[in-house]
């Protein structure tokens, strides 16, 4: 029996991050999904059960950390891990996402080496991208 | 002999909320109070006062609406202080009003472009991703090109892009040389450029 690969969401509303984040993961064996604000992303998780969630803070319509409230929310109820990747490296940020329900809070730039790594990490044993 | 009651005036039409609406403890009259005052000069100081301490999403989007339809110097520089908050929903939902402010904008944007706050910069990329203004391409390329910040730059050529052409090739270039280590913006430039 094949297992597929991890399903992996970037939800970030810049697009050159999705396209960059969606490259790495993918030849890294992931399979990526993306969203460009945080509505969609938990549009996109109502229907998919996804393995991992990258997601970005500053984001027009609903911003990450709603977004990670909402995808720990009894409506969505996702227990997939999130890790939060944003540009915001003020002292409670970190603090704020993991109040959120994120599993790890990483700031900009974050080198694709180290990205592929955690990422593969989280999703362990749950599927065959490692 | 009882009272005569007075004929009560004809209502006006669709009559102004007061700014005291704002207070109202159910949010769906403070939302139809910001969103009936638009118009209203003497509400906007109310408003502004309102808009970091409102924590209904709606309701805050219906001030921040009602703000941005004045489009004046004065607000836009009172709501551009909030792209500093550590209040994410906050900093974004005034990005995106400011965004709307054409008329007022443009004369906040030297002090934006400069803020010595990175992050406040990443967010007035986000403005200048939106904004219906001549100069919006120009200042976008000046953080292109001079600001000191990768995360600054990256915002910049992300918000640059959908109208970029051949004669921004160069730009992009140079900002990957400036930083030749974050593979981030090197690959972002290249996929500009193909």
């Given amino acids: 029996m094949t297992e597929s690969p991890p399903k992996v969401l970037v939800v970030d509303d810049a697009a050159t991050v999705r396209l960059y984040h969606s490259k790495l993961l993918g030849d890294a064996g992931f399979h990526v999904a993306e969203a460009a604000n945080g509505l969609e992303a938990v549009e996109a998780a109502l229907t998919t059960a996804f393995d991992l969630f990258l997601v970005d803070i500053n984001m027009p319509r609903m911003n990450g950390y709603t977004c990670v409230e909402t995808l720990r929310s009894e409506t969505v109820g996702t227990p997939a891990p999130v890790v939060m990747i944003s540009t915001e490296d003020r002292p409670g940020d970190a603090d704020r996402a993991y109040a959120a329900g994120a599993n790890l809070y990483l700031v900009k730039p974050v080198a694709a080496d180290r990205l592929v790594r955690v990422c593969r990490m989280l999703t362990a044993g749950r599927g065959d991208a490692a | ?194």
Avoid: C, Y
Avoid at chain 2, 18 to 27: A, T
Avoid at chain 2, 34 to 56: H, M
Avoid at chain 2, 143 to 153: A, G, K, L, Q, W
């Fill in chain 2, 1 to 194: 002999m009882g009272l005569v009651r007075r004929k009560p005036e004809p209502e006006a039409e669709h009559p102004k909320p007061s700014v005291e609406q704002l207070d109202d403890p159910d949010p769906e009259h403070r939302r139809q109070a910001a969103l009936g005052l638009e118009g209203v000069a003497e509400a906007v100081p109310a408003l502004l006062d309102r808009v970091a301490a409102e924590r209904e999403p709606q309701v805050r989007d219906a001030m921040l609406t009602t703000l941005a339809a004045v489009d004046s110097p004065a607000v836009a520089e009172a709501l551009a202080g909030h792209l500093a908050s550590d209040d994410a929903a906050l900093r974004t939902a005034v990005a995106e009003a400011l965004a709307t402010m054409p008329v007022s904008v443009p004369a906040i944007m030297p002090g934006l472009l400069t803020d010595p706050d990175h992050r406040v910069r990443v967010m007035t990329a986000m403005i200048l991703a939106d904004l219906p203004h001549p100069a919006s391409l120009m200042w976008l390329s000046d953080m292109i090109r001079d600001d000191p910040h990768p995360n600054v730059v990256a915002a910049a050529i992300d918000a640059l892009l959908p109208s970029a052409g051949p004669q921004h090739a160069e730009l992009l270039r140079g900002a990957a040389r400036r930083f030749p280590d974050d593979p981030f913006l090197r690959f972002t430039v290249d996929a500009a450029l193909r």
